[in-house]
């Protein structure tokens, strides 16, 4: 495995990151604890040290799962990155969305940010996770309604009490980065990004590159999409996000695969994965410290891992680069 530091704090963690969002079953069609802890343990044999969670995943079940997975772990060799400012059980701030929790109920979400909120959100985090502390903590989503600075301020306080190691942020544009460091230093930004979704190259990367923040990306198989599996006309659940995203219309999949189909030879030479060969990809590129990626059970678990073993010349790069250049997604 490789490591990196976030950012310039002390947190140092794998290149490979465990995503465990689909851990927590929310919108992702319901989940299968002993299966996600087992591929969490997985992944650790493998030197994915690093695991990223959030409380809305599962409302609080992601962050009870990764905490039970870390209970036989030793937690100075772990390092759990998790995030606050989003609010299923309180209708304050900035709406984010409706939504269902995993018995189906209806809830409405909240991206709020506020002060008394974070103490309290860390509290009920550092609970579920059965730790005192949490390495990286990172604000979901913006939320307009609160000051950038209050919000900093809080999380500056938990840092000052030993809860918290370093702070990051997700989903942050580079004004709000900036904003941000006016009150605190961050050390990084997780964000959407992958072979299909490549807009952060504009001006967060350059803006991270320069000022020493890490890039913590989500999504880069573009939820499964880029692995290969996905057919044309494939069937998604309604509780599935997959099943509204443009991306997975059958027009999109059939031109999806085309590309990956061309790069297939490439990955049998390495005897990888199209999945594995996409995340090297991903990790060589400029200013990218960490691809995050989730896995249900054991198996997609080493999978995901093994990926590190794959190495790309700068002629493959290109040349999967090149292929990429021709596909044309509306």
Same mark, same amino acid.
């Given at each position: ?88 059980? =309180? ?38 996770? &059965? ?92 939820? &499964?999409?880029?692995? &290969?599996?996905?057919?044309? &006309? ?48 991903? =990790? ?7 691809? =995050? ?30 292929? =990429? ?6």
């Amino acid at each position: 495995m490789e490591y990196q530091k976030v950012g310039s704090s002390e947190v140092r963690v794998s290149r490979i990151t465990f995503g465990s969002w689909a851990a927590g079953g929310w919108m992702w069609g319901g989940t299968e604890q002993n299966d996600a802890v087992g591929a969490i343990h997985a992944a650790y044999d493998l030197g994915v040290t690093s695991i990223d969670t959030a409380p809305v995943y599962g409302m609080g079940l992601s962050e009870q799962i990764v905490g039970e997975a870390i209970k036989s772990l030793p937690r100075d060799k772990v390092q759990v990155l998790s995030k606050f400012g989003m609010r299923w059980d =309180l209708a304050k701030g900035d709406f984010a969305m409706k939504t269902k929790d995993n018995s189906g109920h209806d809830l409405d979400v909240y991206k709020y940010a506020s002060r008394d909120s974070i103490i309290k959100e860390c509290e009920d985090s550092l609970r579920r996770l &059965g730790t005192d502390y949490i390495d990286l903590y990172q604000q979901h989503w913006p939320d307009v309604t609160t000051p950038i600075a209050e919000t900093m301020e809080a999380v500056q306080r938990l840092i000052e009490q030993g809860k918290v190691r370093a702070a990051g942020v997700s989903n942050y544009s580079v004004a709000q980065m900036q904003e941000a460091e006016q009150t605190l230093a961050l050390a990084s930004n997780q964000v959407p990004y992958s072979m299909l979704r490549r807009d952060i190259e504009k001006d967060i990367v350059p803006y991270c590159q320069e000022h020493n923040k890490a890039i913590l990306v989500y999504s880069p198989l573009q939820l &499964g999409l880029l692995t &290969g599996k996905i057919k044309p &006309g494939q069937h998604f659940d309604a509780s599935d996000l997959r099943s509204t995203n443009r991306l997975f219309k059958p027009e999109a999949v059939t031109k999806v695969n085309g590309f990956l189909h061309k790069i297939r030879p490439l990955a049998e030479t390495k005897n990888a994965t199209l999945g594995q060969l996409v995340l090297r990809w991903t =990790l060589a590129q400029p200013g990218i410290t960490v691809a =995050l990626v989730g896995a249900r059970n054991p198996e997609q678990a080493v999978q995901n891992a093994k990926a590190i073993d794959v190495h790309l010349s700068f002629e493959e790069i290109d040349f999967i680069n090149k292929q =990429l250049a021709q596909v044309q997604l509306s």
